[in-house]
C-alpha cells in the first residue's frame, strides 16, 4: 500500500515563506507525478503545483511566480516552497500521487492533508 506523509503546514506570517514536503512510501516503482492541491471550507480543491517524473513543474495560478517545486526521485520526495504568503493562502494543502506499482498497475494517491495558518 502507498502511503503519502505530509509536513511542514503550520503558522505562517503574512509575507513569509513555506516549504511543504511530501514522501511516498511502499511498493513504488516510478513516481509519475507529484502534486500539491488545497482547499478551504465550501470551496473545491484546487491545484496548486505537480512536479512530473522528470522534474518538469506545472504551476497552479495559487503558485505562479513565487513558488519552486522539486521531485527527488531517489527517496520520493516532493518539496514545495512558496514565497510572499497572503492571507488567501491559508487551506488546507493536500499531496496526491500518480504512481506506477512494483506490480505495473498505476494509481493516485491522497495525503491526509496539512494544515497552513497565516497570521501574524
Known amino acids: 500500500q502507498v502511503q503519502l506523509a505530509e509536513s511542514g503546514g503550520g503558522l505562517v506570517q503574512p509575507g513569509g515563506s513555506l516549504a511543504l514536503s511530501c514522501e511516498a512510501s511502499?511498493?513504488?516503482?516510478?513516481?509519475?507525478?507529484m502534486s500539491w492541491y488545497r482547499q478551504t471550507p465550501g470551496n473545491q480543491r484546487e491545484l496548486v503545483a505537480s512536479v512530473d517524473g522528470g522534474g518538469r513543474p506545472t504551476w497552479g495560478p495559487p503558485a505562479k511566480g513565487r513558488s519552486h517545486i522539486s521531485l527527488d526521485s531517489a527517496d520520493n520526495t516532493m518539496v514545495l516552497q512558496m514565497d510572499n504568503l497572503k492571507p488567501d493562502d491559508a487551506a488546507v494543502y493536500y499531496c496526491?500521487?500518480?504512481?506506477?506499482?512494483?506490480?505495473?498497475?498505476?494509481?493516485?494517491?491522497w495525503g491526509l492533508g496539512t494544515q497552513v495558518t497565516i497570521s501574524s
Open positions: 511502499g511498493p513504488i516503482a516510478t513516481i509519475l507525478k
Open positions: 496526491n500521487a500518480d504512481v506506477k506499482l512494483t506490480t505495473g498497475a498505476t494509481i493516485t494517491v
